[in-house]
Nanobody, 117 residues
């Protein structure tokens, strides 16, 4: 069963940056469209960024993060990244990765991002 291990979260001041990583334990990782999701306090989990399989040519960003977040992938390392810049307090959430197309895998533990001064 595919597993996702997210890391890289932490406490950062508004305007700061973080880089999240997600290690994926699946041999077919290269073919999967992958997404980063977040769950803010009291809210449902939402998709914030998506990257297509293979070269990752096609990418999608939620309006709330466009221009600030960048999703990327390293197929050799079975890893998906989320570079987050110009962070805002409203970005505070638990961040998760998972497949963005087809049946999702079991959700990992996520990584907590807290944006506060």
């Amino acid at each position: 069963q595919v597993q996702f291990v997210e890391s890289g979260g932490g406490l950062v001041e508004p305007g700061g940056s973080l880089r999240l990583s997600c290690a994926v334990s699946e041999s077919r990782f290269i073919y999967n469209t992958m997404g980063w999701y977040r769950q803010r306090p009291g809210k449902q989990r939402e998709l914030v960024a998506r990257i297509s399989g293979g070269s990752g040519y096609s990418r999608y960003y939620a309006d709330s993060v466009t221009g600030r977040f960048t999703i990327s992938r390293d197929n050799a390392k079975n890893t998906v990244y989320l570079q987050m810049n110009s962070l805002k307090p409203e970005d505070t959430a638990a961040y998760y990765c998972n497949k963005a197309v087809g049946t999702p895998g079991e959700w990992g533990q996520g990584t907590q991002v807290t944006v506060s001064s």
